[in-house]
Every structure is written in C-alpha cells, then in structure tokens.
C-alpha cells in the first residue's frame, strides 16, 4: 500500500497527502532554483525530516525513560551543492528544554542518531548535530 500521493499542481510546487491520515504538505521549488520559495523545498523537507526523526526515536526513549522533553526546538540548515545539485550538509542544532544527568543525555543523544533517516542518507552528505541542553 502507498505512503502517499503526489500530484504537480503546475508552476513548480507539488501537493503530497499521506493517504492514512489525509494530511497535506505543499512544496515549492526554491528561489535559488527558479522558484518562488513560498513553501518547503523537496530537499527542505529531507533536510526537516532529519530533525523530526531524531526527535521521534529520541522521544520514544524519553518516554521510556519518564523524561519529558516537550517544548524542545531543533534549528535545520540545509546547505546545497552544485553539479550535480544536491544535498552537501544538514546542520541540526538542537535546544533541549529538559534538565537531566549527564547518563541521560548520553543515551538520548545516541538514541538520536540511531533515526532511520540518519542511516538513509548518502554518507556524502555531511551532518553536524549538536544538542544544547538546559
């Protein structure tokens, strides 16, 4: 069974609906690629989905672990190269707004890059990832 639908809706954006849910996400090509940046760009939400992930393995930890780490922020950086044009970097500069040990930190920190995306992506890509804990 599929994940999602796809469609081109024309002037370079796409709407993707995830059929178990029926929530929809709208991409727009970037300005820096002839488009008009009025949503997230396809690699936008790959370089997204990084942070989202960790955070996701990283919560299903903490829940284990009876941490709650609500209200916590991850900035993403996607950094492009040329030819062929992809995905160079992803920085995720994680804000943690917790106060655990140090034992606690280390378990959810390599939780983190245990998320499947992590391990998806190219080994080229690099990734710079830094957790900033209250």
């Not at 999602?4 to 609906?17: A, E, N, Q």
């Not at 780490?69 to 995905?87: H, L």
């Not at 500069?93 to 917790?98: A, C, G, T």
Request: charged share 25%; with cysteine.
């Amino acid at each position: 069974m599929a994940t999602s639908k796809v469609t081109y809706l024309g002037d370079l954006r796409t709407s993707s609906i995830h059929l178990q849910s029926g929530s929809e996400i709208i991409s727009d090509a970037p300005l820096d690629n002839n488009g008009k940046g009025e949503a997230f760009s396809p690699t936008d939400t790959v370089a997204n989905g990084l942070a989202s992930c960790m955070f996701t393995v990283m919560g299903i930890k903490a829940r284990e672990m009876n941490v709650d780490f609500s209200g916590s922020t991850a900035d993403v950086t996607k950094v492009m190269a040329a030819e062929p044009r992809r995905i160079s970097e992803i920085h995720v500069s994680f804000e943690m707004k917790v106060e655990v040990d140090e034992k606690t930190k280390t378990i959810l920190e390599r939780t983190a890059m245990t998320c499947p995306i992590h391990f998806s992506l190219h080994p080229d890509i690099k990734r710079v990832i830094v957790f900033n804990w209250k």
